[in-house]
């Protein structure tokens, strides 16, 4: 059953703190991409990534950080820089061939108090 | 500087009845479009897309339709069921990324 996994799907954490959400696919797609979405706006892209060992800053990249050291996995750090980090985030992703063509996991809901 | 716009931020249809979402954009770049449906808590799911060659698309009870020279596109759902009720987003391609419009929540009445 193939899909991509998103843990935890709610996370809380102390202001200043670093967390890393996870992002797993099954999908064997080659490209990998972490958005965010907040209330009444569009999901907007953070980083993505198209091969292993290769990423890319997106449209709001300032505080957080990625890695892609396997081709399932896509883990994003939200660091202490950024300055608003309570918000939905999601992970998807795609084939080469077709890189417009975006498969989303169920998010996880990142809380920082 | 927000390339895809989608102005009606929701929308409430009676059971049957036609539903039509609309998405306007800036960038004369975009190359394929898609939307997709999205409930609270989950990730969006793709519903149906669009190449910028082509004017219609149709798959099922979901049609989008595009107009390359208003730089607009629409989703008509014909005819709206209950589980239709979601919010819908507009999303446009160019250099391996994806724009997405702040989206539409749709309503369906029984």
């Known amino acids: 059953d193939g899909g991509i996994t998103q843990s935890p799907k709610y996370l809380f954490r102390k202001e200043g703190q670093n967390v890393t959400l996870s992002c797993e696919q099954n999908?064997?797609?080659?490209?990998m991409y972490w958005y965010r979405q907040d209330p009444g706006q569009g999901l907007r892209l953070i980083y993505y990534s198209q091969i292993v060992n290769d990423f890319q800053k997106g449209d709001i990249a300032e505080g957080y950080s990625v890695s892609r050291e396997k081709k399932e996995s896509f883990p994003l750090t939200v660091t202490s820089a950024q300055k608003n980090p309570t918000a939905f985030y999601l992970c998807a992703s795609s084939m080469a061939s077709s890189y417009n063509e975006q498969f989303f996991g169920p998010g996880t809901r990142l809380t920082v108090l | 500087d927000q390339q895809v716009k989608q102005n009606s931020p929701s929308l409430s249809v009676q059971e049957g009845r036609i539903s039509i979402l609309n998405c306007d954009y800036t960038n004369s770049m975009f190359d394929y479009f898609l939307w997709y449906k999205k409930y609270p808590a989950e990730g969006p799911t793709f519903l149906i897309s669009?190449?910028?060659?082509?004017d219609k698309n149709e798959d099922g009870r979901f049609t989008v339709f595009l107009n390359k020279s208003a730089k607009h596109l629409s989703l008509h759902i014909v005819p709206s069921q209950p589980g239709d009720s979601a919010v819908y987003f507009c999303a446009a391609y160019n250099d391996y990324k994806l724009s997405f419009g702040a989206g539409t929540t749709v309503t369906v009445r029984a």
């Open positions: 669009i190449s910028s060659i082509k």
């Open positions: 999908l064997n797609h080659d490209a």
